[in-house]
Structures are given as structure tokens and as C-alpha cells.
């Protein structure tokens, strides 16, 4: 990796050598109070909107006025199969085969229509292990499971905690773990890149330890589809789930990707919820034929599916496709690793940045710790034009996304926050 500087020119020269910068005029970036582009480091929380994705939004209002029903067979592009054009894409950006993978329901949804089918808790192996800092709607939802299937959702609960003063979590510890308890264990549930520290664990390591022990592997993925390199099929994940509302960019509270490993592709013995769309295509219309499963993961489907939403998605992937996950990746390493830089240069004591410094094990996200700072920080960053994410109790998350934020926006972002430390 060759080096960087701290001047303004030297972020200039980035972005004009830049074979991505074009994306950004493709999004719309919202406004400071002064007019100017606002920084926007919050990809990881709700991505930019492309400016494409009302036109697709508009095709599908269109089909609708003019063709009512008759849009899921005729319309420009049928309704009934919308799904399936998402599949292939998005398969790429999580590095799945087709089969393994659809675009359904929200991603809590998911993980509990995951844990119907793999969590099969016994009377000797019945715990879930999840990180110890796990985002809390998976924390709630495998809690939740527990006590479903009447065990106590604080006994059946395994944390993989980071050790005293320190913030990542230790391989070796999680197989210290599982030495312990490995045979008590039905499922491992981890965040595949964790939202608070952006740690990316090692997917294929955590599977491979799992399955020796016997326990099922599940990923959530939230924060790093379209972020980092999966690699899903090779992990041998058993499942994996994601939103399409972060690094996707596909809208505010939209669908959700699906992950469910080839090996379990025709199993008719899991056992799942069902509904209409999980069931035969070439049948489904009849209406009075017994369920009859469709093979991989489209066979986890319940509804029909909302298609403005995955107007939006496809808007997405279609930009994600012509871009390249690959491009996008390197481009991103390359900021962030300049981002990393600028805040090192400022020699400032009381900011610490949790995220590991190996490129392999992070995706974008950077999450900077600072000494005695409460949420006013973020506040005057907020002031300031600088949009990026609080966690308590003193973590900033800045998350400079390669579609569509530039090596300028890093540069004004270290600045800013550089006057405003110096202030305190
Ligand atoms: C964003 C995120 C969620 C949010 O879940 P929804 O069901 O989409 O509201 C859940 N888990 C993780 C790890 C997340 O990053």
C-alpha cells in the first residue's frame, strides 16, 4: 500500500485518479444549512438514494395505472417473477450461487424464519452463541427463540465477549468456548461484520469451528452486504441474512437478503414456515394441489412480494453490477486506509479507533472512541456538516462508503473534527 499525505491536494489527486468517482453525482447527496454537499459517513445506517431509483419506482406505478392485475404477467417486467430478477445480483454482491439466495420480507423476519428451520434445539444441546456485543435485534430475536422453545433465554445464551480493556473479540477465546460447550450449543448466530466495532470476522473460520462441534453456523450480514467481500457459499454458513437499507442503498426500512447454503437447497426434512410463494411456481395458480416445497432459498418465500420496494433494490443492484463489487472494494480499502491515516496524523490522545487495523478484517467503518465525550460531540459534528452515527456511551461510527463518498469528504471530515477536539 503506498503512503499517504495530510494536504487538501493530495485528497484532490485521489479522487481525480478515482475510476469511481463519476457514482457520486449519481446519488443524491442532502444539504447543509450553508447549501453546500453535506459528509455524509452514515452508509452503514441508511445509504444515499441513487438518482435512478425513482425512475424504476415509476416504471412499476406505471404497469400498475395502466395494466391493474394484469401487470403480474404483463407488465414490462412481470410482477410475478420480480423477485428472480434481483436473485443473480445480489448473489454476486454476497458471493452466493442463485439457488442460495432470494430478496424477501424484513431482516428480522428472516432471522427468526432462519431459526424456525435451524434451530433445532434438544434437551443437551439447546444454547445459542452470539457476540457479546450483538446488535439488539438479534439479541432480542434469539432470545426470543429460547424462550419459544421453553428454555431461559439467560441460561440458553452464550456471549463470545472481547476480553477486559479491549474492545475485538479473540478467535482463540471462541474456541476456548467451544471446547467448553461446544456440545450444549444448537446454534451460532454472529454479525458478520459487527455493527459497533466494525470488526468482519473470519465467516469460513467460525463456520468451520461450528460445525466441528456439531452447531449450526447462521450470519446476520446487516452491515456487510455491499460492504465487504462475503464470500458466503465458501464460508459454508448454513444461513445468512441482511438488509438492503445500508450499503445497498435501496431505501429506508426496505427488503431483506436471504442466505441459505446449497447443501440445504432440497432438504424436504427442515422444517419451515410456508406459505404461497414458497410453494411450486408451475402450480402455485392451481390452488388446490398439496404444497409442493420450490428447491433453495426461494422455497423460504411466505407472501408476494412488494415490488416498489424491490424497484428500489434493483435500482441498486444494477448500479452495485456495473460498478463491481471487486472495484468497489478496492476503492474502499484505499479510503478508509486514508481516513485511518488523517486521524493517526492528528497525534490526538483522547481519540482511539476500536475497528482493527488489518484491511482484511474491517469493511469501511471506522468506530472512533472518545475520551469523555458525550453525544454533544456528535452534535457539533452534526452542526458542522458531518453526518455520521453516535453509539453510546462514547463511540462515533463514520463509515465513508466508495459509491459515493469522495477522498475530499475524508479530508474535510478529519478537519472538522479536528477543531472541534481541539475546542473541547
Ligand atoms: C440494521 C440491523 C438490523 C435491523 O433489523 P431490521 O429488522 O431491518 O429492523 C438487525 N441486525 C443487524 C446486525 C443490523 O445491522
Redesign the pocket.
Known amino acids: 500500500m503506498s503512503t499517504y499525505n495530510t494536504g487538501i491536494d493530495f485528497a484532490l489527486q485521489l479522487d481525480k485518479a478515482d475510476p469511481l468517482a463519476s457514482y457520486r453525482t449519481k446519488f443524491h447527496i442532502p444539504k447543509h444549512t450553508d447549501g453546500t454537499d453535506i459528509i455524509y459517513f452514515c452508509g452503514n445506517s441508511l445509504g444515499l438514494q441513487p438518482k435512478v431509483t425513482k425512475d424504476y419506482i415509476n416504471q412499476e406505478l406505471k404497469d400498475w395505472a395502466k395494466l391493474g392485475v394484469e401487470g403480474h404477467v404483463h407488465g414490462k417486467n412481470p410482477w410475478l417473477s420480480y423477485h428472480e430478477l434481483l436473485t443473480e445480483n445480489m448473489a454476486k454482491i454476497v458471493g452466493a450461487k442463485p439457488i442460495e439466495v432470494v430478496v424477501m420480507n ?4 428472516n432471522l427468526h424464519l432462519m431459526m424456525v428451520s435451524f434451530y433445532k434445539p434438544s434437551q443437551e444441546r439447546y444454547k445459542i452463541l452470539i457476540e457479546a456485543d450483538a ?1 439488539p ?2 439479541k432480542y430475536a434469539v432470545e426470543s427463540q429460547l424462550r419459544h422453545h421453553g428454555f431461559d433465554d439467560k441460561e440458553g445464551l452464550i456471549l463470545w465477549s472481547s476480553r477486559e480493556n479491549e474492545e475485538l473479540a479473540r478467535y482463540e477465546d471462541l474456541e476456548a468456548i467451544l471446547e467448553e460447550h461446544g456440545d450444549e450449543i444448537a446454534l451460532i448466530m454472529i ?1 458478520g461484520v459487527n ?1 459497533y466495532t466494525g470488526q468482519f470476522f473470519d465467516l469460513k473460520r467460525i463456520t468451520e469451528l461450528g460445525h466441528k462441534n456439531g452447531c449450526v453456523v447462521g450470519f ?1 450480514c ?2 456487510g452486504a455491499g460492504n465487504v467481500n462475503l464470500d458466503l457459499h465458501n464460508s459454508g454458513a448454513d444461513f445468512a441474512i441482511w ?1 438492503s437499507y ?1 450499503y445497498l442503498n435501496s431505501g429506508p426500512g426496505s427488503l ?1 437478503g436471504v442466505f441459505v447454503h446449497e447443501k440445504h437447497a432440497y432438504r424436504n426434512d427442515l422444517n419451515r414456515f410456508t406459505g404461497w410463494w414458497s410453494h411450486n411456481k408451475e402450480t402455485r395458480f392451481i390452488m388446490r394441489d398439496d404444497f409442493d416445497m420450490l428447491p433453495g432459498a426461494e422455497g423460504w418465500q411466505l407472501s408476494n412480494p412488494p415490488i416498489l420496494s424491490m424497484a428500489a433494490i434493483k435500482a441498486s443492484l444494477d448500479m452495485f453490477e456495473e460498478a463491481g463489487m471487486d472495484n468497489l472494494i478496492t476503492k474502499s480499502k484505499r479510503l478508509t486506509g486514508y481516513f485511518e491515516f488523517l486521524l493517526n496524523e492528528l497525534h490526538n490522545e483522547s481519540i482511539k479507533i476500536i475497528t482493527p487495523k488489518n484491511p482484511m478484517e474491517r469493511g469501511c467503518q471506522l468506530s472512533i472512541q472518545v475520551k469523555n465525550a458525550d453525544k454533544s460531540l456528535h452534535n457539533k459534528l452534526t452542526d458542522a456538516g458531518i453526518i455520521s452515527d453516535w453509539r453510546e456511551p462514547d463511540v462515533i461510527r463514520c463509515a465513508p462508503v466508495p459509491l459515493y463518498n469522495s477522498f475530499e469528504d475524508v479530508y474535510i471530515m478529519v478537519e472538522r473534527l479536528k477543531s472541534i477536539l481541539n475546542e473541547r
Open positions: 424484513t431482516l428480522t423476519t446488535f435485534s438479534d454479525g455493527y446476520d446487516a452491515h438488509c445500508k431483506s
